[in-house]
């Protein structure tokens, strides 16, 4: 089954701590893996593609077939990255599997 | 460069009530979806199209009805409003190739009481 696990509901930190935001998933061919932010009230953004291997406002994520995870990292935390996180898997035809979702409270 | 665009925004339906949700865009996108999002779910497929004339089931389409008669709509219908329908709304488009960016609406806020 394709699936999509989030593990933690809600992840409170300090800011400038460093940030580490689970996913694993589950899918049997290769996956095309995504981190979404939505901001309050707002609508959903591309944060990274696990394709592109980039680094956008600060977070960085690596796609460890073996242990099948995708975790968001962010060495140092801000208040502005207090949003709502969530993995993403592609499955077919550009349909999304998401997680449930992890709320990132980043606290001053 | 309005992108996605969802109306209304927010929206109050008495139960057995029907409405439509309205969502447009003007990418030229041939792919456009339908999600639900609840709280602890994450976001849920409705109905998703991959260009005009055609539209397919995703994992809770029931009591949503949809059509694609243009490249740029996309309308969900609520056939009778039922409270477990209450729900944030968006609509999401993107070219077909695999590997492009998939483009959300800002949302519709959905009380069904």
């Known amino acids: 089954a394709q699936r999509v696990t989030q593990p933690e509901k809600l992840l409170s930190v300090f800011k400038g701590a460093p940030v580490e935001l689970k996913c694993n998933y589950s899918y049997s061919g290769s996956p095309e893996l995504f981190w979404y932010v939505q901001y309050s009230r707002q609508r959903l953004q591309l944060l990274l593609r696990?394709?592109s291997r980039e680094s956008i406002k600060g977070f960085t994520a690596d796609l460890n077939k073996g242990e099948t995870s995708f975790h968001l990292k962010k060495p140092f935390a801000q208040e502005e990255d207090s949003a709502m996180y969530y993995c993403a898997l592609k499955s077919g035809y550009n349909k999304l599997i998401f997680g449930a979702g992890t709320r990132l409270a980043v606290h001053p | 460069n309005a992108g996605v665009t969802q109306t209304p925004k927010f929206q109050v339906l008495k139960t057995g009530q029907s409405m439509t949700l309205q969502c447009a865009q003007d990418?030229?996108?041939?792919?456009m979806s339908w999600y639900r999002q609840d709280p602890g779910m994450g976001l849920r497929l409705i109905h998703y199209s991959v260009g005009a004339g055609i539209t397919d089931q995703g994992e809770v389409p029931n009591g949503y009805n949809v059509s694609r008669s243009t490249t740029e709509d996309f309308p969900l219908r609520l056939l009778s409003a039922a409270p477990s329908q209450t729900s944030v709304y968006f609509c999401a488009s993107s070219y077909s190739n695999s590997g492009n960016t998939i483009y959300f609406g800002e949302g519709s806020w959905l009380t069904v009481v």
């Open positions: 990418m030229n996108h041939e792919y």
């Open positions: 696990h394709i």
